[in-house]
C-alpha cells in the first residue's frame, strides 16, 4: 500500500471515528474537530503477510477570525509633535494582518512609519505624525489561510496649524477711501480653526475676529498716517501662533462740495479784473490744475497763479478771456471739478458791410453789417446821409428801384461797453435794364416828360375858367 493511500486512510478513520463518537483519539469523542485536536497523527498498517506501513500527517484545525478591532494610544495627535501607535488585535489562528489608508497599502518605511507584528496583534507607529496619515479611513484586515475580516474604518483627529497667515488684500492702495466698505480679511489653514488678533505698527489692537473693517481702524484714532496692519493666528490645541506679513495704507477723505467762485460784476475787456477761486467742503486736494475751454491753462502776463493753485487772477481782461474755466482736483481716492462761465464784455469792434454793388431793378437785395461784440451789437443805419428805421444788421430790399441807389452807412453799438464803432459806408446802383424803351432810364424820362405836360395843361386850363368866369373873356398866350 502506497503512502498516499495510508494518509488517505488515516483521515477516514479520523473523521469516521469523530463522526460516530468512537474513542479513536485520547479526548473521546466529539462532535466536530477543535482547535485541541491539532497535532500529529500515525497510522500502522500490518498486511496478511506480516508486511507493516505506517503512514503520518500533522493535523491544524484553525480557529475562525474574528474581533479585529484597532485601538489607539492617543485621543488626539499634534501634527508633527506627536507618535502615534495603532493596535489591531483580532481571535483566531495563525493570523497575518495588513493596513491600509483608504484604498493605499500602509507600507513601513523603517523611519517614520513601523510595523510589529505579533502572533494576535499588530502595531502600527507613525512618529511625527502628519496630518494625512490618519485621514483615512485607516482600517487593519486579519486573515488566515481559511478566511480574513476587516477592522471598523479608525480615524484618529490631528491637530495642525495655523499654516501660513495671509491677510487680504496683501496689497492695499496707498490710500483708502474714508467711510468706505474697505476690510482686511486674516485666514491660515488650521485645526480646530485658528483664533485672530490684529496689530498696528506691531501694536496689538483691541480688534479679534478673522475681519478688520475699516470703521475699526478710524474708531481707533488710527488711518490718518501710512500705517501697518499685521494679524496674528493661534491654535489653541498645537499652542502655536503665527504671525502675517504686513500690510500698509492710510485712509484719507474723498473730496466732496468743489465749486468755482468768479467775479459778479460786468467785465470789461481792458478795464476789468478777474480772481477765480477753487475750493472745497471736505477732502485733501494733492493734485490742482487748471483749464479753459477743456484745454490746459498757463501761466502769462496777465493770468497769475496762487502758490497752492487754489486761485488764479487775470489783468486786465481781453475778450480772449471769455469762456468755461475748469479746475480738477485730485487726492489718490477721489477725483472733483468745478466750473465757472467767464463773460467778458468788449466791441464793438471795426463794423463791416457785406451785400452786393450793383442790382438790376425789381432785385432783392440784402446788405449785412457785423462787427464782432459781447454782447451783440445794437445797428443803425442811415441811407445817403437820413436815418431809416432799420435797426437790425440786415438792410433788405424787396424789390429795388433806381430810388434805392446811395449810399448806406451802417454804426454798431454796444450797450454794455458804451462803444459805438465807426460809420462803414456801402455803395449800392440800381441799373437800368438793357431791353430797349420797355425800361431803363429813356423810359422813366419819357413818362416824366408826360406826366410834367399834362400838369402843366391842368394849370392852364383851370386858370382861363377862372378868367372867363370873372371876366367874360380870357387871353390867349403867345
Known amino acids: 500500500m502506497d503512502l498516499f493511500r495510508l494518509k488517505s486512510l488515516l483521515f477516514l478513520l479520523f473523521f469516521i471515528g469523530r463522526c460516530r463518537g468512537q474513542d479513536i483519539l485520547p479526548e473521546g469523542p466529539l462532535d466536530a474537530v477543535k482547535t485541541k485536536d491539532s497535532g500529529d497523527y500515525s497510522i500502522n498498517v500490518i498486511s496478511a503477510d506480516g508486511d507493516t506501513k505506517t503512514a503520518e500527517i500533522k493535523l491544524r484545525v484553525l480557529e475562525p477570525v474574528s474581533d479585529v478591532v484597532i485601538k489607539s494610544d492617543l485621543t488626539e495627535a499634534i501634527e508633527h509633535n506627536s507618535t502615534v501607535v495603532l493596535t489591531c488585535s483580532a481571535k483566531g489562528s495563525l493570523l497575518t494582518f495588513t493596513w491600509t ?145 504686513g500690510v500698509s495704507f492710510g485712509v484719507m477723505e474723498p473730496i466732496t462740495g468743489a465749486k468755482m467762485t468768479g467775479p459778479v460784476a460786468t467785465l470789461i475787456a481792458g478795464n476789468s479784473t478777474a480772481n477765480l477761486s477753487c475750493q472745497v467742503m471736505t477732502g485733501t486736494v494733492k493734485t490742482r490744475s487748471w483749464l479753459k475751454d477743456g484745454k490746459p491753462l498757463s501761466a502769462n502776463s496777465r493770468l497769475v497763479f496762487a502758490d497752492d493753485l487754489s486761485s488764479i487772477m487775470i489783468n486786465p481782461l481781453q475778450k480772449e478771456d471769455n469762456g468755461v474755466y475748469q479746475c480738477q482736483l485730485i487726492n489718490p481716492v477721489t477725483s472733483a471739478e468745478a466750473s465757472y462761465k467767464m463773460v467778458v464784455n468788449y466791441g464793438p469792434e471795426p463794423a463791416t458791410v457785406t451785400g452786393e454793388s450793383e442790382v438790376e431793378l425789381d432785385t432783392k437785395v440784402t446788405l449785412t453789417c457785423s462787427a464782432a461784440s459781447v454782447p451783440p451789437a445794437n445797428f443803425t443805419w442811415k441811407f445817403n446821409g437820413t436815418m431809416t428805421a432799420v435797426k437790425t444788421s440786415q438792410y433788405i430790399i424787396d424789390k429795388a428801384v433806381y430810388s434805392n441807389s446811395g449810399t448806406y452807412t451802417c454804426e454798431a453799438h454796444n450797450a454794455v461797453t458804451g462803444k459805438t464803432s465807426k460809420p462803414v459806408t456801402h455803395t449800392l446802383a440800381v441799373k437800368e435794364i438793357e431791353d430797349g424803351l420797355s425800361g431803363g432810364p429813356l423810359l422813366e424820362s419819357c413818362q416824366a416828360s408826360l406826366a410834367l405836360a399834362l400838369a402843366i395843361g391842368l394849370i392852364m386850363y383851370c386858370r382861363l375858367t377862372v378868367e372867363y368866369l370873372l371876366f367874360g373873356t380870357f387871353d390867349v398866350w403867345d
Open 101 to 245: 489608508n483608504g484604498t493605499t497599502p500602509i507600507v513601513a518605511d523603517g523611519k517614520r512609519l513601523t510595523l510589529k507584528n505579533e502572533q494576535m496583534s499588530s502595531t502600527l507607529t507613525i512618529a511625527g505624525v502628519l496630518r494625512s496619515d490618519l485621514v483615512g479611513p485607516i482600517c487593519c484586515t486579519a486573515a488566515n489561510k481559511l478566511e480574513k475580516e476587516k477592522s471598523a474604518p479608525f480615524n484618529l483627529t490631528v491637530y495642525y496649524g495655523p499654516d501660513e497667515v495671509i491677510v487680504n488684500p496683501p496689497n492695499p492702495p496707498q490710500y483708502i477711501k474714508s467711510g468706505s466698505n474697505f476690510n482686511l480679511t486674516c485666514s491660515a489653514p488650521s485645526s480646530p480653526p485658528a483664533t485672530y488678533t490684529w496689530y498696528h505698527n506691531k501694536e496689538p489692537m483691541e480688534a479679534a475676529g478673522e475681519v478688520l473693517t475699516l470703521k475699526i481702524i478710524q474708531e481707533h484714532g488710527f488711518g490718518k498716517n501710512v500705517d501697518e496692519y499685521t494679524c496674528r493666528a493661534n491654535n489653541a490645541k498645537t499652542k502655536r501662533t503665527i504671525p502675517s506679513p
